[in-house]
T-cell receptor, first 117, second 112 residues
């Protein structure tokens, strides 16, 4: 069974600084997707960034980038120039690329990010 | 373009009762998934519906059941409620094999 582990229950960062959130996962599959989702107090899960395991290049979306280490099964999220609006719960998630479990996401327990002004 | 909408947003039930939660997928989406998110935890997959059939199911008892209608909207039913069923129930939709899930804001269920 696939598992996703986020070892940092809480993190804090000063506004305009950079912070990195950690995620490790366990899978026997070779093709899969990894995601970072943001959940603000409004409760709606918002996709931050996605990484396909077959792509060696790390994904980047504006101030958000990932460090994907497939062999180490590590998938960290770096937030640059942190803004107050980045404060939220961040979840790392995994799903298999093909097969019957295609639409099932496996989530970690989350990291609560606080941004200090 | 309306996103994923869920109702009700909050509800309170007592143990043993039954509850029905509703979800309308994002326009153009045909697949609906349900997740349970207990307080302080990540969401856990309950099941997924496509073409009005349950396609995948997570590790949840038969007290959890669902339905998908011809207009792709969906319901989640939970029977014989337990205190442990208190959680945020998230609905997510996607289209075909893209796997890009869009989530609703959830229904917060409290069981007393």
């Amino acid at each position: 069974a696939q598992t996703v582990t986020q070892s940092q229950p809480e993190m804090s960062v000063q506004e305009a600084e950079t912070v990195t959130l950690s995620c490790t996962y366990d899978t026997s599959e070779s093709d899969y997707y990894l995601f970072w989702y943001k959940q603000p107090p409004s409760r709606q899960m918002i996709l931050v960034i996605r990484q396909e395991a077959y792509k060696q290049q790390n994904a980047t979306e504006n101030r958000f980038s990932v460090n994907f280490q497939k062999a180490a099964k590590s998938f960290s999220l770096k937030i640059s120039d942190s803004q107050l609006g980045d404060a939220a719960m961040y979840f790392c998630a995994y799903r298999i690329l093909y097969g019957g479990s295609n639409y099932k996401l496996t989530f970690g327990k989350g990291t609560l990010l606080t941004v200090n002004p | 373009d309306a996103g994923v909408t869920q109702s009700p947003t909050h509800l309170i039930k007592t143990r043993g009762q039954q509850v029905t939660l509703r979800c309308s997928p994002k326009s153009g989406h045909d697949t609906v998934s349900w997740y349970q998110q207990a307080l302080g935890q990540g969401p856990q997959f309950i099941f997924q519906y496509y073409e009005e059939e349950e396609r995948q199911r997570g590790n949840f008892p038969d007290r959890f059941s669902g339905h998908q209608f011809p207009n792709y909207s969906s319901e989640l039913n939970v029977n014989a409620l337990l205190l442990g069923d208190s959680a945020l129930y998230l609905c997510a939709s996607n289209r075909g094999n893209t796997g890009e899930l869009f989530f609703g804001e959830g229904s917060r269920l409290t069981v007393l």
